[in-house]
């Protein structure tokens, strides 16, 4: 192969000259390699859009330049591919993954999923908040979150699995709203959802940032057939939550129409606030770049390196705003590393309240 | 709104979207006629290179490459048996016998002919239906899907063959092979015996390219002849030409079947070209020759796959939602492109949106013209000795499987149901109605669980579902008169492709294994939460009892041949051979897994040319080294794949 015969060009080279020592291994690592590429949806979807246009970026900043492959690995709720990058692929820092983290797979204990994520090697991530939505016909009528509290109607919502983070969020917040519902789930996608809320079968659901600026602004909001509620937040270190900076002003926090519904100084608590700060704190690194366990150092180096010089480029953020209406929300590995082993502890009890609030 | 066609017709003819528009084309041929490239692996190529495009140049580009890879598909699945894409699946039935008549011309001919009507007729219905999207898509709803599926499930009568036990026992079993995987209302993986690979069920092309594509490579190697089994019969493209005239009803029905097909997003297009072959089959007088290559069974599917394309983009610009993976992309198109999807796009930008419906009419005229221009010569490669062709066309198989995930599963898939294809067509089980079923499980399952969730049983009385569940009794009872009919008639039977087989000592063992699976498949089932084990249940238990009879049948057909005498039942030496050389497309696997997949796949091509061909040295250095360019140049530099390496050592860095 030609690539083989440069490699060996370019090792014999580096080593007549010694000069390498000065260098650090992270710089020379990608340089005339390929780097696969694992994305954990199929094609087409928010975190392959998402993860194709920062590698479009990210690649410039990646010392060598490697050639990028992409491979879509969907299946499970993003379980397939988590499975995959730790259990099959190489470790020699020539795979990577733009993952949707499947954390509720984690936090379950699903039996599918037989790896950890405490184990990835995270490069960094990017944070999208959740949007809550309802159609403005649920009775007497919604034209606002205010009236929201005010519903009589039984309404239908929609998600895509018990055990996945949309259905689990809808019932905690829900629930903690005491708001009557009833919870339909099994839709593949966010489009038959959207095809079910144009159809009043079912009335309420969430959307990532991306896919409610994207899809859900223009078919349900605009023409007036539904209402934006309240968005995630971002946790505080005194147990509450901040206004996102990436989201529209008039769209409240979750924790706002909590303290709406209880009393100003209502504070939530139990099971179902623990988990929904979990899910909160989630939202944070909502997309991760990751190598499996063991990778090289000069691979992560290099990589979270290239991270932290794409998370400033100018083009990319602004092609990041043009697809999420929104400013990049971006962690970096060693802090993602950090708070992912946090979310992920969880007591033998809360466990048991999730998988219980899973089945129901 | 006459100036918003005009003004879509200006974005799509000036400079440089023309230029693109012609580029798209071209490439598209390119992704349809590669087994496993597809028109989604050229979307998701494609996309990174509009960024920076305007609208006009970035949809021209785009929906010109993915118009026409349904019409490029034609050319494998009518001259090798590969289907091209999972849209030209029902093509092989009848076009593949015709490549095997030596009319490969006059099939492709009338594959062009009408898959350039189909997709322009697509595209003026695309552009009619515009004032009337809303109600037409919004009343279809889970509980409607429901329905549809069952509605092609009763196609299984006409894609069975002779024994409609064995067709309906194998629709069950695809039924039940759509249940592999994560099952999402239930929370739970089913049948995936602890592998990653199986968690998000098994890919569609890797099964087909099995089913269909292996057992004719097989015949083929056994045989050493050239596909065609005549010599050259003269017969051309303007034969299939006037053919398609002849039946221009049965291409303007297809047309419309695809177009409503891919109006309804969660249908697909896999499904497409089955309900219009069966629509086909069903609507025709005389059935003998379907399987057999009967021209009608080229033009229904070819005229359906490029309609649906027009119907499809309805739901994706109109709402946002998109039937397909293709379409997703598309939306993504649009996001980097500024353009809210949405009922906008119907007023506010409806030049865009007349920009798309010619988009699509130009790709097909310009695709179907330039195929039709250059098919006769193509068509020519059925005539070659088999032995020259087989190397090829197992290379075209082994990676187009591979594209589905870039996984040894995809080969082992892909070999385990070769071999079941294999013993299928040998043994006279029909494999049609198997897809049928894998493909529609899916759909039906989906549409039962949210339809009850949201509506109750209340989802059966809803009009369109009563009006649906009408023409099901109406087909089934349709089916039942002509099957009887059929049988006094004997002989009017329709194959569905499966003519060739009826070994009875190959079909018992087949039927008991396809029994036990049947009983494991159940009894597995039982323990998972209602909401998982209703359908594996419903798909496996009833087809015990028509396993029964279907074996009993068999069964005593094996006892009469042996009275007959031993050589009536051992077949001839086709067996034998065809046993050897699927040992020799399972070292391709053993040899990927120690020195990795590149040079399994050539060393399989030279000690085919040599040991098996006997071929010349030269033949086999120059076929040998063009291979290895071939997959070098495609795989590695034109559509990047992640190559299967040696655990020794790395070719691809």
């Known amino acids: ?360 | 709104m006459f100036e918003a066609v005009l003004d879509g017709l200006i974005l799509v003819v000036q400079w440089p979207a023309i230029g693109y528009l012609f580029l798209g084309v071209m490439l598209g041929m390119f992704f349809g006629a590669v087994p496993g490239l597809s028109g989604l692996t050229g979307m998701a190529i494609l996309l990174p290179f509009t960024f920076g495009m305007g609208p006009g140049p970035a949809f021209a580009f785009l929906l010109g490459m993915y118009a026409v890879t349904t019409t490029a598909d034609t050319l494998s699945s009518v001259l090798l048996g590969v289907p091209g894409t999972a849209a030209s699946q029902a093509t092989i039935l009848d076009g593949y016998p015709l490549a095997m008549k030596g009319e490969a011309a006059r099939a492709l001919g009338a594959a062009y002919t009408v898959s350039m009507i189909g997709g322009v007729l697509g595209a003026v219905f695309l552009a009619l239906s515009i004032p009337l999207v809303r109600p037409l898509i919004l009343s279809f709803a889970e509980p409607e899907f429901f329905m549809l599926a069952i509605l092609g499930l009763t196609m299984v009568g006409s894609l069975s063959g002779g024994s409609i036990y064995k067709g309906l026992a194998t629709a069950c079993f695809g039924l039940l092979l759509s249940m592999v995987g994560y099952a999402e209302f239930g929370g739970i993986p089913r049948y995936w015996f602890g592998f990653n690979y199986l968690l998000d069920g098994l890919p569609l092309i890797p099964v087909v390219l099995g089913l269909f594509a292996l057992p004719e490579l097989i015949d083929l190697a056994s045989r050493g002849s050239s596909i065609s089994r005549v010599a050259d019969t003269g017969s051309g493209m303007m034969d299939g030409v006037r053919d398609a005239a002849r039946h221009w009803w049965l291409g303007l029905r297809c047309t419309a079947i695809g177009v409503y097909i891919g109006m309804l997003p969660g249908l697909g297009g896999s499904i497409v070209d089955w309900v219009a072959y069966g629509h086909a089959v069903q609507s025709a007088k005389d059935k003998s020759m379907f399987g057999k290559g009967d021209i009608r069974g080229v033009i229904a599917p070819e005229a359906a796959n490029n309609a649906m394309k027009g119907g499809a983009l309805l739901p994706t610009i109109a709402f946002a939602i998109p039937g397909s993976a293709s379409m997703a992309i598309l939306l993504g198109a649009f996001l980097i492109q500024g353009l809210e999807p949405g009922p906008r796009m119907l007023t506010e930008r409806l030049d865009v949106s007349f920009s798309l419906v010619w988009t699509l009419a130009i790709a097909n005229i310009l695709g179907a013209g330039l195929l039709l221009a250059w098919g006769k010569q193509v068509a020519k490669v059925t005539f070659l000795p088999g032995h020259y062709l087989v190397p090829a066309v197992v290379l075209f198989v082994f990676m187009g499987a591979w594209m589905a995930g870039s996984s040894v599963g995809d080969w082992i898939s892909l070999l385990l149901f070769g071999l079941m294809g294999w013993v299928m067509k040998q043994g006279g089980w029909p494999r049609p109605p198997l897809v049928l079923g894998y493909i529609l499980g899916k759909i039906m399952e989906n549409g039962l669980q949210i339809g009850v969730q949201t509506q109750g049983w209340g989802m059966l009385t809803r009009p369109i579902t009563i009006i649906i569940m009408v023409l099901v009794v109406l087909t089934l009872v349709a089916a039942v008169r002509r099957h009887a009919r059929d049988r006094r008639a004997d002989g009017n039977y329709p194959q569905g492709g499966d003519a060739a087989g009826n070994n009875s000592a190959v079909s018992v063992p087949f039927a008991l294994l396809l029994l036990a699976v049947f009983i494991y498949a159940a009894a597995a089932a039982i323990p998972w939460r209602p909401a998982a084990r209703l359908f594996p249940l419903v798909a496996a238990l009833p087809a015990i009892p028509m396993m029964l009879v279907a074996l009993s049948r068999d069964w005593r057909r094996l006892k009469a041949l042996r009275a007959a005498g031993p050589s009536a039942v051992s077949g001839d030496d086709s067996l034998r051979r065809g046993a050897i050389f699927y040992g020799w497309l399972l070292a391709i696997l053993l040899g990927t897994l120690l020195i990795g997949q590149y040079l399994a796949l050539l060393a399989f091509v030279l000690l085919y040319l040599w040991l098996w061909a006997r071929a010349s040295w030269l033949t086999m250095s120059v076929y040998t080294v063009a291979c290895g360019t071939f997959l070098y140049v495609l795989f590695e530099l034109l559509v990047p794949v992640i190559w299967y390496e040696s655990p020794f050592f790395d070719l691809f860095g």
């Open chain 1, 1 to 360: 192969m030609a690539r083989a015969a440069r490699y060996i060009l370019s090792a014999a080279i580096a080593g007549t000259f010694a000069v390498t020592a000065t260098i650090p291994a992270s710089a020379q690592f990608y340089k005339g390699k390929t780097l696969s590429v694992i994305i954990n949806y199929g094609p087409g979807g928010n975190t392959d859009i998402q993860g194709r246009a920062l590698l479009r970026f990210m690649n410039d900043h990646i010392p060598g330049k490697p050639r990028t492959v992409v491979k879509n690995m969907p299946g499970a709720g993003g379980i397939v591919g988590t499975n995959y990058l730790v259990e099959a692929a190489k470790r020699d820092g020539s795979v990577m993954g733009i993952f949707t983290i499947a954390i509720m797979g984690e936090l379950l204990a699903d039996p599918a999923l037989r790896v950890s994520h405490k184990d990835l090697v995270y490069i960094g991530a990017i944070g999208q908040q959740q949007i809550a939505h309802v159609r403005k016909d649920v009775k007497p009528g919604v034209t606002g979150w205010k009236d929201f509290l005010k519903v009589t109607e039984v309404f239908k919502s929609a998600g895509h699995a018990p055990t996945s983070s949309k259905d689990i969020s809808i019932k905690l917040t829900l629930g903690l709203l005491g708001i009557k519902y009833k919870h339909v789930t099994g839709f593949k996608s966010a489009g038959p959802i959207r095809r079910a809320l144009l159809q009043n079968e079912v009335q309420y659901t969430e959307d990532s940032l991306t896919g409610f600026y994207a899809a859900v602004y223009p078919t349900l909001i605009k023409p007036g057939i539904s209402v934006p509620l309240w968005h995630t937040g971002v946790p505080t270190k005194d147990g509450g939550l901040r206004h996102a900076p990436t989201v529209d002003k008039s769209i409240p926090t979750f924790l706002e129409v909590y303290k709406a519904r209880h009393g100003a100084n209502a504070k939530p608590s139990g099971h179902a606030w623990q988990i929904y700060r979990k899910l909160a704190q989630t939202r944070q690194f909502l997309r991760i770049l990751i190598l499996p366990p063991g990778a090289p150092k000069a691979a992560t180096a290099a990589l979270r390196e290239a991270w932290k010089k794409t998370t400033t480029d100018k083009g990319y953020l602004a092609e990041y705003k043009k697809q999420n209406n929104s400013e990049l929300e971006p962690l970096i590995g060693e802090e993602a590393q950090e708070v992912i082993s946090d979310v992920l502890t969880i007591s033998p009890d809360l466990r048991k309240f999730l998988q219980t609030l899973a089945k129901g």
